[in-house]
C-alpha cells in the first residue's frame, strides 16, 4: 500500500482547521504546504503507524523526502498547541456537545536505556515487573460526553531531580533508624519540575480558557490525584463541580470525636448489597457503603464511599467533595474513569506515537504528540463513525477504522491507476518505485550464506573419544 494524497474527510478537517486558525489569527494560518504536510502526516500514521519520516517516505515511494518532512515538523512555523485546541474544538460544534466529565489519568510509555536527546525521559517504575525502566509519563486530560470521548490536553512529567535524590536519602536514613525531626526537610517544589496534580490542574485551566461553554458536571481522577489541594482548587475552578477521586484503605476520618483509619470503620459499618450500573450497562451487584464524614488528611467534610464487587475481598473507597451527591451517582460516575484506560490503550496502540516516535528534543515530544492526537479527533470526523454516533449507535473502534480507511486509500489508488491515460506505463514506472524504496535487508536469523563450520570429528583426535 503506498501513499499519495490523503482522503477527503482528512483534507477537509485540515482545512477547517486551518479555517479556525485564520479566524483566530489570521497571521496563524497555514500556508498551502503547511496544509499539505499536515494531511501527508495524518495519512501517514494511519498507513504505517507510526511518526517516522523513514516510513513515510517508502509509503509515498520517494514523492516526500525524509529531509523535507523533518524540516517541516521542526521549522515550519505551525502554532501546534493551538491546532489541538481548534481540533477540539471543531469537534465539540460537529456533535453539538455542550457539557462532560473530565476525566485524567497519567501513561508510562518505555524507551531504551539511554535516550540524552529524547525529552522528559526519566526512570519509572514498572508495574508488569516490579523492576525499573527508562521512559517518558504523559499526563492526559479526557472529556468524556453522551456521544464521544475526546483528548483535549496533555503534558509530559519529570520529577525533580533533587526532590528524588532527597527521597532516596531519607529513606537510607530512615533504614538507619535516625528520627524524622533529625532528617532533612523535604526540598521546595519549583516551576521548573511541577508536579502531576499541578500539571492537571494546567491542563484543566487551559480547557476552561478555551472551552469556557463546555459545562463540566464532574471530574474524576485515580488515588494519585485525590489530595485536598487539586481536589478543592479543580472544584473551584469549574464553578464548584463535583470531584470525584480515591483514598488509601490507611487514611483517617473523624467520626464524631473518634479516629479512625478507613478500613478500621468499614470493617465495623460493611456496606450493603446494591444494583449499579458501570458505564450504562447491565446492573451489577456490588457492596456498598457511604457517609459523609471530616477526612482528616483534607481538614474537610467529604463524601466517603466503600465500594466491593462482585469476588473482590478488600474495598475501595471513593471521596468526592459535593456532599449533595446521591451515593449512587458518585459511584456510577467514577465508573466513568476507566474511559481514560482505554482510550490510552487505543491511542498507544492504533495512533503512532508510542510505536515508533524517536522525535527528538522538547519541539519532537510535543510536536509528535499533537499529531497523533489530531488523528484521533479527525477518525471522529470520518463520515462512518460520523454517522454511527449522529445515529445513537454505538461508536467504531480505532482499530476497526484504520483498517477501514487503509482500504479506501487503496482502492482509491488503484482507481487512479485505472482512470491514467496509460495504467500499464503507470503500473511499470510504480513497479520500479517499489524497488528502489522497499529495499531487502539481509537477515542475521538464517546461516544461509555463512560458514556453519566443521561440525566433526577429527580422525586424529578419535583416542580421546569418552563412550557415554
Not at 493551538?82 to 474544538?89: M, P, R, W
Not at 521512559?135 to 509530559?156: C, E, R, Y
Not at 495512533?351 to 509528535?368: D, I, M, R
Not at 454517522?387 to 482499530?399: E, R, S
Request: charged share 20%; hydrophobic share 40%.
Amino acid at each position: 500500500m503506498w501513499l499519495s494524497e490523503p482522503l477527503p474527510f482528512i483534507e477537509k478537517f485540515v482545512n477547517e482547521l486551518n479555517e479556525g486558525l485564520q479566524a483566530h489569527k489570521p497571521d496563524m494560518k497555514l500556508s498551502a504546504i503547511q496544509r499539505g504536510w499536515l494531511g501527508f502526516c495524518l495519512m501517514g500514521i494511519i498507513l504505517t503507524n507510526s511518526i517516522c519520516w523513514a516510513r513515510f517516505e517508502r509509503m509515498s515511494l520517494g514523492r516526500y523526502k525524509i529531509g523535507a518532512l523533518s524540516w517541516m515538523f521542526r521549522q515550519s512555523k505551525i502554532a501546534w498547541a493551538t491546532l489541538l485546541q481548534l481540533g477540539v474544538g471543531l469537534i465539540l460544534q460537529e456533535y453539538g456537545i455542550r457539557e462532560g466529565i473530565l476525566v485524567t489519568d497519567d501513561s508510562d510509555h518505555q524507551r531504551s536505556k539511554k535516550t540524552p536527546k529524547l525529552h522528559k525521559t526519566h526512570k519509572i517504575k514498572d508495574k508488569g515487573s516490579g523492576g525499573y525502566m527508562n521512559g517518558q509519563n504523559i499526563v492526559l486530560l479526557l472529556l468524556v460526553t453522551d456521544k464521544v470521548s475526546i483528548p483535549v490536553g496533555f503534558a509530559l512529567y519529570e520529577p525533580n531531580p533533587i526532590k528524588q535524590a532527597w527521597i532516596k536519602a531519607d529513606k537510607r536514613l530512615q533504614q538507619q533508624g535516625i528520627p524524622k525531626k533529625d532528617r532533612p526537610d523535604a526540598p521546595p517544589s519549583t516551576p521548573q519540575y511541577p508536579n502531576k496534580s499541578q500539571l492537571v490542574l494546567q491542563l484543566m485551566q487551559q480547557f476552561r480558557q478555551h472551552h469556557a461553554q463546555i459545562k463540566v458536571k464532574a471530574i474524576v481522577a485515580d488515588a494519585l490525584y485525590g489530595q485536598a489541594d487539586l481536589m478543592d482548587s479543580a472544584a473551584a475552578l469549574f464553578d464548584g463541580t463535583q470531584v470525584i477521586s480515591q483514598l488509601r484503605q490507611n487514611q483517617n476520618i473523624q467520626v464524631r470525636h473518634r479516629f479512625q483509619n478507613l478500613t478500621q470503620y468499614f470493617a465495623t459499618h460493611p456496606g450493603v448489597e446494591q444494583a449499579i450500573r458501570i458505564r450504562g450497562q447491565a446492573p451489577i451487584q456490588a457492596t456498598v457503603g457511604s457517609l459523609r464524614v471530616k477526612v482528616c488528611a483534607h481538614g474537610k467534610k467529604r463524601f466517603v464511599i466503600a465500594l466491593k464487587y462482585a469476588g473482590e475481598a478488600e474495598y475501595r473507597y471513593l471521596v468526592a467533595t459535593d456532599l449533595s451527591w446521591r451515593t449512587i451517582d458518585i459511584i456510577q460516575a467514577y465508573s466513568i474513569r476507566w474511559i481514560v484506560e482505554v482510550f490510552i490503550e487505543d491511542w498507544k496502540s492504533y495512533e503512532g506515537w508510542a510505536q515508533l516516535a524517536k522525535q527528538t528534543g522538547v519541539e519532537g515530544a510535543s510536536y509528535g504528540l499533537t499529531l497523533s492526537l489530531l488523528l484521533d479527533l479527525c477518525l471522529l470526523l470520518h463520515p462512518r463513525q460520523l454517522a454511527q454516533i449522529q445515529n445513537k449507535l454505538p461508536a467504531y473502534t480505532v482499530g476497526s477504522l484504520l483498517r477501514l480507511i487503509q482500504m479506501e486509500s487503496l482502492l482509491l489508488h488503484i482507481e487512479q491507476l485505472l482512470q491514467s491515460s496509460n495504467p500499464a506505463a503507470q503500473l511499470t514506472t510504480l513497479a520500479g518505485l517499489v524497488s528502489e524504496f522497499f529495499i531487502l535487508k539481509p537477515s542475521g536469523k538464517h546461516m544461509s550464506g555463512r560458514d556453519l563450520g566443521r561440525l566433526e570429528s577429527t580422525p586424529s583426535l578419535l583416542h580421546r573419544r569418552v563412550i557415554p
